[in-house]
Protein backbone atom coordinates (compact mmCIF):
# COMPACT_ATOMS: atom_id res chain seq x y z
CA UNK A 1 0.00 0.00 0.00
CA UNK A 2 1.60 3.39 -1.28
CA UNK A 3 1.28 6.13 0.41
CA UNK A 4 0.39 8.08 -2.59
CA UNK A 5 -2.35 7.46 -4.68
CA UNK A 6 -2.05 7.05 -8.31
CA UNK A 7 -4.69 5.57 -10.65
CA UNK A 8 -3.27 1.71 -11.91
CA UNK A 9 -3.39 2.46 -15.61
CA UNK A 10 -4.36 5.58 -18.04
CA UNK A 11 -4.86 4.89 -21.85
CA UNK A 12 -5.91 7.34 -24.75
CA UNK A 13 -4.82 7.27 -28.14
CA UNK A 14 -1.96 8.94 -30.14
CA UNK A 15 -2.48 12.62 -30.36
CA UNK A 16 -4.97 12.86 -27.62
CA UNK A 17 -4.00 14.19 -23.89
CA UNK A 18 -4.18 12.02 -20.69
CA UNK A 19 -3.91 12.89 -17.27
CA UNK A 20 -2.44 11.07 -14.43
CA UNK A 21 -3.34 12.05 -10.58
CA UNK A 22 -1.12 11.37 -7.36
CA UNK A 23 -3.38 11.92 -3.88
CA UNK A 24 -1.96 12.40 -1.22
CA UNK A 25 -2.17 13.94 2.59
CA UNK A 26 -0.90 17.36 4.42
CA UNK A 27 2.32 15.61 5.48
CA UNK A 28 3.19 14.70 2.43
CA UNK A 29 1.89 16.61 -1.22
CA UNK A 30 0.15 18.94 0.99
CA UNK A 31 3.38 20.55 1.82
CA UNK A 32 5.92 19.57 -0.28
CA UNK A 33 7.39 19.71 -3.97
CA UNK A 34 6.00 16.66 -5.97
CA UNK A 35 8.09 15.13 -9.00
CA UNK A 36 7.43 12.63 -11.78
CA UNK A 37 9.21 10.08 -12.86
CA UNK A 38 8.77 8.19 -16.34
CA UNK A 39 9.98 4.68 -16.44
CA UNK A 40 10.16 3.05 -19.99
CA UNK A 41 10.35 -0.66 -19.84
CA UNK A 42 13.68 -2.05 -18.53
CA UNK A 43 15.14 0.99 -17.70
CA UNK A 44 15.49 3.26 -14.80
CA UNK A 45 13.30 5.82 -13.81
CA UNK A 46 14.20 9.48 -15.69
CA UNK A 47 12.63 12.31 -14.00
CA UNK A 48 10.22 14.72 -16.20
CA UNK A 49 8.88 17.26 -13.33
CA UNK A 50 10.04 18.67 -10.43
CA UNK A 51 8.84 21.51 -8.06
CA UNK A 52 5.75 20.44 -8.68
CA UNK A 53 5.67 21.97 -12.30
CA UNK A 54 8.78 22.90 -14.18
CA UNK A 55 11.02 20.89 -16.03
CA UNK A 56 14.39 19.51 -16.46
CA UNK A 57 16.04 20.38 -19.70
CA UNK A 58 15.14 18.29 -22.61
CA UNK A 59 12.17 17.39 -21.51
CA UNK A 60 9.30 18.58 -24.00
CA UNK A 61 6.76 21.30 -22.85
CA UNK A 62 4.30 18.54 -24.18
CA UNK A 63 4.47 17.57 -20.28
CA UNK A 64 3.26 19.15 -17.82
CA UNK A 65 2.71 18.93 -14.03
CA UNK A 66 0.20 20.85 -11.51
CA UNK A 67 -0.63 20.46 -7.61
CA UNK A 68 -3.55 21.73 -5.89
CA UNK A 69 -3.86 20.51 -2.32
CA UNK A 70 -2.82 17.41 -1.38
CA UNK A 71 -2.76 16.08 -5.28
CA UNK A 72 -0.68 16.55 -7.80
CA UNK A 73 -1.46 15.93 -11.69
CA UNK A 74 0.55 14.65 -14.75
CA UNK A 75 -0.68 15.80 -17.92
CA UNK A 76 0.99 14.99 -21.55
CA UNK A 77 -0.13 16.42 -24.70
CA UNK A 78 -0.05 15.02 -28.10
CA UNK A 79 0.63 11.38 -27.10
CA UNK A 80 2.95 9.51 -28.75
CA UNK A 81 3.42 5.63 -28.62
CA UNK A 82 6.74 6.64 -27.56
CA UNK A 83 5.12 7.93 -24.07
CA UNK A 84 4.36 4.31 -23.16
CA UNK A 85 6.01 3.92 -19.79
CA UNK A 86 5.19 3.83 -15.96
CA UNK A 87 4.81 7.04 -14.38
CA UNK A 88 5.42 8.04 -10.51
CA UNK A 89 4.96 10.44 -8.39
CA UNK A 90 7.13 11.37 -5.74
CA UNK A 91 7.81 13.52 -2.59
CA UNK A 92 8.66 14.05 0.89
CA UNK A 93 6.77 12.30 3.39
CA UNK A 94 7.34 14.57 7.09
CA UNK A 95 5.62 12.76 9.18
CA UNK A 96 7.40 9.37 8.06
CA UNK A 97 10.81 11.80 7.61
CA UNK A 98 10.88 10.03 4.13
CA UNK A 99 10.82 10.18 0.15
CA UNK A 100 7.46 8.36 -0.65
CA UNK A 101 6.19 7.29 -4.21
CA UNK A 102 3.00 6.50 -5.76
CA UNK A 103 2.23 3.18 -7.00
CA UNK A 104 2.82 3.92 -10.20
CA UNK A 105 0.35 4.41 -13.83
CA UNK A 106 0.95 2.47 -16.52
CA UNK A 107 0.13 4.43 -19.44
CA UNK A 108 -0.67 2.65 -23.03
CA UNK A 109 -1.01 4.93 -25.95
CA UNK A 110 -4.14 2.92 -28.13
CA UNK B 1 27.25 14.90 -16.55
CA UNK B 2 27.17 13.03 -13.38
CA UNK B 3 26.89 9.34 -13.53
CA UNK B 4 26.43 6.94 -11.24
CA UNK B 5 26.87 3.17 -11.33
CA UNK B 6 25.68 0.20 -8.98
CA UNK B 7 27.83 -2.47 -8.20
CA UNK B 8 27.77 -5.94 -6.20
CA UNK B 9 26.74 -9.25 -5.84
CA UNK B 10 23.85 -10.32 -7.89
CA UNK B 11 23.29 -13.38 -5.82
CA UNK B 12 22.55 -12.96 -1.61
CA UNK B 13 21.48 -15.91 0.68
CA UNK B 14 18.64 -15.55 3.09
CA UNK B 15 19.43 -13.72 6.42
CA UNK B 16 22.69 -12.60 4.98
CA UNK B 17 24.02 -9.38 3.89
CA UNK B 18 23.24 -7.36 0.86
CA UNK B 19 25.78 -4.96 -0.18
CA UNK B 20 25.99 -2.64 -2.92
CA UNK B 21 28.26 -0.05 -3.94
CA UNK B 22 27.81 3.55 -6.08
CA UNK B 23 30.31 5.17 -7.84
CA UNK B 24 29.78 8.60 -8.87
CA UNK B 25 31.79 9.88 -12.31
CA UNK B 26 31.83 13.48 -13.14
CA UNK B 27 31.16 14.54 -9.27
CA UNK B 28 31.88 13.84 -6.13
CA UNK B 29 29.57 13.36 -3.04
CA UNK B 30 31.58 16.01 -0.71
CA UNK B 31 30.64 19.29 -3.05
CA UNK B 32 27.02 20.66 -3.69
CA UNK B 33 24.16 20.22 -1.95
CA UNK B 34 23.04 16.91 -2.78
CA UNK B 35 21.28 14.13 -1.16
CA UNK B 36 22.47 10.83 -2.34
CA UNK B 37 19.74 7.90 -2.13
CA UNK B 38 19.12 4.37 -2.41
CA UNK B 39 15.59 2.93 -4.51
CA UNK B 40 14.53 -0.43 -5.63
CA UNK B 41 12.08 -1.60 -7.53
CA UNK B 42 10.92 -5.63 -7.35
CA UNK B 43 9.85 -7.10 -10.61
CA UNK B 44 7.14 -5.54 -12.09
CA UNK B 45 5.98 -3.41 -8.98
CA UNK B 46 6.40 -0.51 -7.94
CA UNK B 47 9.51 2.32 -6.38
CA UNK B 48 10.41 2.09 -2.95
CA UNK B 49 12.99 4.25 -1.52
CA UNK B 50 15.23 2.78 0.92
CA UNK B 51 17.24 5.74 2.14
CA UNK B 52 19.79 8.38 1.37
CA UNK B 53 22.74 9.87 3.05
CA UNK B 54 24.12 13.92 2.77
CA UNK B 55 27.46 15.04 2.69
CA UNK B 56 27.83 15.72 6.03
CA UNK B 57 26.80 12.15 6.69
CA UNK B 58 23.15 12.41 8.02
CA UNK B 59 20.95 9.94 6.86
CA UNK B 60 17.25 9.65 6.60
CA UNK B 61 15.94 5.73 6.32
CA UNK B 62 12.70 4.40 4.95
CA UNK B 63 10.69 3.60 8.21
CA UNK B 64 9.69 0.07 7.44
CA UNK B 65 13.50 -0.96 7.10
CA UNK B 66 15.10 1.47 9.38
CA UNK B 67 16.21 -1.26 11.41
CA UNK B 68 18.39 -3.33 8.60
CA UNK B 69 19.60 -0.70 6.53
CA UNK B 70 23.17 1.62 6.81
CA UNK B 71 24.12 4.12 3.90
CA UNK B 72 27.25 5.51 3.91
CA UNK B 73 29.87 7.04 1.93
CA UNK B 74 33.42 5.85 1.13
CA UNK B 75 36.85 7.26 2.05
CA UNK B 76 37.23 8.33 -1.62
CA UNK B 77 34.35 10.64 -1.59
CA UNK B 78 33.14 8.99 -5.22
CA UNK B 79 30.89 6.33 -3.97
CA UNK B 80 28.60 5.42 -1.58
CA UNK B 81 27.00 2.04 -0.19
CA UNK B 82 24.16 0.30 0.90
CA UNK B 83 23.93 -2.61 3.51
CA UNK B 84 20.45 -4.51 4.12
CA UNK B 85 21.01 -7.50 7.12
CA UNK B 86 18.85 -10.28 7.32
CA UNK B 87 17.97 -10.46 3.79
CA UNK B 88 14.71 -12.56 2.93
CA UNK B 89 13.25 -13.26 -0.71
CA UNK B 90 11.25 -10.52 -0.30
CA UNK B 91 14.28 -8.11 -0.56
CA UNK B 92 14.98 -9.39 -4.18
CA UNK B 93 14.73 -6.63 -6.23
CA UNK B 94 16.77 -4.08 -8.86
CA UNK B 95 18.47 -1.37 -6.82
CA UNK B 96 18.83 2.12 -7.98
CA UNK B 97 21.86 4.56 -6.72
CA UNK B 98 20.19 8.58 -7.39
CA UNK B 99 21.51 11.66 -6.72
CA UNK B 100 18.78 14.42 -5.99
CA UNK B 101 18.31 18.12 -7.20
CA UNK B 102 20.73 20.48 -6.13
CA UNK B 103 19.06 22.11 -2.93
CA UNK B 104 16.01 19.48 -2.69
CA UNK B 105 14.93 18.34 0.73
CA UNK B 106 12.39 16.80 -1.03
CA UNK B 107 14.29 13.48 -2.87
CA UNK B 108 13.54 14.67 -6.42
CA UNK B 109 15.95 12.14 -7.70
CA UNK B 110 17.87 13.58 -11.19
CA UNK B 111 20.39 10.90 -11.98
CA UNK B 112 20.02 7.22 -11.34
CA UNK B 113 22.32 4.66 -11.87
CA UNK B 114 21.07 1.85 -14.42
CA UNK B 115 20.54 -0.09 -11.50
CA UNK B 116 21.63 -3.70 -10.06
CA UNK B 117 20.00 -6.71 -10.01
CA UNK B 118 20.08 -8.36 -6.82
CA UNK B 119 18.45 -12.00 -6.08
CA UNK B 120 17.82 -13.36 -2.10
CA UNK B 121 18.13 -17.23 -2.59
CA UNK B 122 19.81 -20.07 -1.03
Known amino acids: QSVLTQPPSVSAAPGQKVTISCSGSTSNIGNSYVSWYQQLPGTAPKLVIYDNHKRPSGIPDRISGSKSGTSATLGITGLQTGDEADYYCGTWDANLSAVVFGGGTKLTVL | QVQLQESGPGLVKPSQTLSLTCTVSGGSLSTGVYYWSWVRQPAGKGLEWIGRIFRSGTTNYNPSLKSRVTISVGTSKTQFSLKLTSVTAADTAVYYC??????????????WGQGALVIVSS
Open chain 2, 98 to 111: ARGLEGSFEGELEY
